[in-house]
């Protein structure tokens, strides 16, 4: 979604990553902006994961 910000330039978000908000002069700038937002906000979040599933990794013993 593109809209024009109120410093008169426009601003991009990603609906289903509300993270990944950014703004540009033109739209075609905000356009490019977003979809690095996007890479960020994914890479982040792979991030996060990966070091959840590490900590929920529990040895249990056999009795």
Do not use: F, H, W
Not at 3 to 12: F, I, P, R
Not at 47 to 61: C, T, W
């Amino acid at each position: 979604m593109v809209g024009v910000s109120a410093n008169l330039g426009y601003t991009a978000r990603c609906l289903e990553l509300p993270a990944a908000i950014s703004e540009g002069d033109t739209k075609e700038e905000a356009l490019e902006n977003i979809k690095e937002a996007i890479e960020l906000v994914l890479e982040v979040t792979e991030e996060q994961a990966r070091v959840l599933g590490e900590i929920a990794k529990v040895d249990v013993a056999s009795a």
